[in-house]
């Protein structure tokens, strides 16, 4: 069954999102994405970055049956896992141990403005009992810096989301940088992104 979805914005934002990963220079190994979606991220990516291999996750079952109908459709059977189902509050996320040894990256996009201020400080809790000394999270979304929407469009975004939820809503970046370094990391680079987006990397630098 074709259980595929479409996500319009993975569509505008994958060229730019590529070409940070290209920066990044991926080693061979697992790049763990967090809140995958549709999946069509994960197979762009898996595609382009052929010697790393690409585990998505998410914890709605409508969007781990899209990403498998991705993977299907791409033909990427052998090269891509099937998606796990990690909900970052839900801690430690299962991670299957073969996984974890190869584990050199875990990526978030735009997902912790769409889940309350917890999940930022679990997805650095865990990310920094998961990755080794000079690993990375990589984040991209737009970010409120200095506590202040750096646009008009970000500011109605992020009334949109408080309406939808009251936990939702776009997250500073000092604040969420803060939770980085709390967790063994630094904040390495912070790149400006089309549309009022930022690509965040931060790089563990404690064992
Ligand atoms: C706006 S979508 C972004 C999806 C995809 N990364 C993209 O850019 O198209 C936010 C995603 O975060 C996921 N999400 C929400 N809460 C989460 C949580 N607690 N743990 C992990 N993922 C979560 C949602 O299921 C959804 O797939």
Redesign the pocket.
């Known amino acids: 069954m074709d259980n595929r979805l479409f ?1 319009p ?2 569509e505008r ?1 994958r060229q730019s999102i590529g070409e940070v990963l290209s920066k990044i220079q991926l080693k061979r190994g697992v790049i763990l ?6 999946g ?2 994960g197979v762009v990516f898996q595609k382009c970055f052929p010697e790393i291999t690409w585990q998505s ?4 079952l409508i ?1 781990r049956n899209s990403i498998s109908s991705w993977i299907d459709h791409e033909d990427l059977n052998l090269k891509m896992p099937q998606p796990l189902d ?4 839900k801690t430690p996320w299962a991670i299957p141990s073969e996984l974890l040894i190869s584990l050199q990256g875990i990526i ?4 912790i403005h ?2 309350s201020w917890n ?1 930022t400080k679990l997805l650095f809790k865990e990310s920094g009992k998961l990755l080794k000394k000079g690993q990375f999270v990589m984040l991209y979304g737009p970010f409120k810096i200095g506590n202040k929407q750096i646009s008009q469009s970000n500011n109605l975004f992020d009334s949109s989301l408080k309406m939808q939820n009251k936990f939702w809503g776009l997250r500073d970046l000092g604040e969420v940088s803060e939770e980085a370094i709390k967790n063994g990391f630094i904040k390495e680079e912070l790149i400006c992104m089309p549309a009022n987006n930022f690509s965040v990397i931060y790089r563990k630098v404690s064992l």
């Open positions: 996500f914005a993975t934002n994405e967090i809140g995958s979606g549709s069509e991220h996750s998410d914890p709605e969007h990690i909900d970052v509050e978030s996009i735009n997902m769409i889940a999940c």
